[in-house]
């Protein structure tokens, strides 16, 4: 069975710029949570999307935003980048919501973000 | 608000020692929490998930506590290999949460 797929690995970007990351979930998995991973901040949740719906949202600017596809393959986006936005993103895959059932998450490798 | 609390400070231990984590947290309380493990540069992996009626929970060399009373869970592994190293995240979650948070993490270390 494969595991989540995140792509790309790695990216630089300058300021200003727009960003798309892509997470390909594990097959029958539904759900699909994003985090951004810094030196300083460590995991910080970014959002959660269950079948194409977002369920919750972390405490990070207009700026980052996601959708999940009806196939359950989810985006997530940086627009208007800046220098603090450079970070390992990773996302997560669960065949559940996040709740009183949910088991393991299964993470992908991440995304490396650099912001020039 | 929601606080976890994991050793900051590296932890260096001696090849064959036991390895032991601490993760408290504070302001509420989780119905279950499970300890991944986390490599340079990769994703963290699940290792293992207690819940709240269970007091410890082992999987091989790992052994987990949970005590609600204390607010807090220790994460074991007994005869520790250098290949053991790496960070090692708790995330503690209530019934009602609609996210996973975790804590920051310890880093582990080995030695031969």
């Known amino acids: 069975k494969a595991g989540v797929t995140q792509t790309p690995r790695y990216l630089i970007k300058t300021r200003g710029q727009q960003v798309t990351l892509s997470c390909s979930p594990i097959?029958?998995?539904?759900?699909v949570s994003w985090y951004q991973q810094t030196p300083g901040q460590g995991l910080q949740f970014l959002f959660e999307?269950?079948?194409?719906?977002?369920?919750n949202k972390g405490n990070f600017p207009g700026r980052f935003s996601g959708r999940q596809f009806s196939n359950s393959r989810s985006e997530m986006n940086v627009s208007t980048l800046e220098l603090g936005d450079s970070a390992l993103y990773l996302c997560a895959s669960s065949p559940h919501p996040t709740g009183p059932n949910t088991g393991e998450l299964f993470f992908g490798e991440g995304s490396r973000l650099t912001v020039l | 608000s929601q606080k976890i609390e994991q050793n900051s400070e590296a932890l260096n231990i001696q090849e064959g020692k036991t390895a032991t984590l601490t993760c408290n947290y504070t302001?509420?309380?989780?119905?279950?929490l499970q300890w991944y493990r986390q490599d340079p540069g990769r994703g963290p992996v699940f290792l293992l998930l207690?819940?709240?009626?269970?007091k410890e929970k082992r999987k091989e060399r790992l052994k987990v506590t949970f005590d609600t009373t204390l607010k807090q869970s220790l994460f074991h592994i007994t005869a520790s290999q250098p290949a053991d190293s790496a960070t090692y995240l708790c995330a503690p979650s209530s019934s009602s949460a609609s996210k996973i948070i975790f804590g920051s993490g310890t880093r582990l270390s080995i030695r031969p």
């Open positions: 097959s029958g998995h539904r759900s």
């Open positions: 302001n509420y309380s989780p119905a279950y």
């Open positions: 999307y269950f079948s194409e719906t977002q369920r």
């Open positions: 207690i819940r709240e009626n269970e």
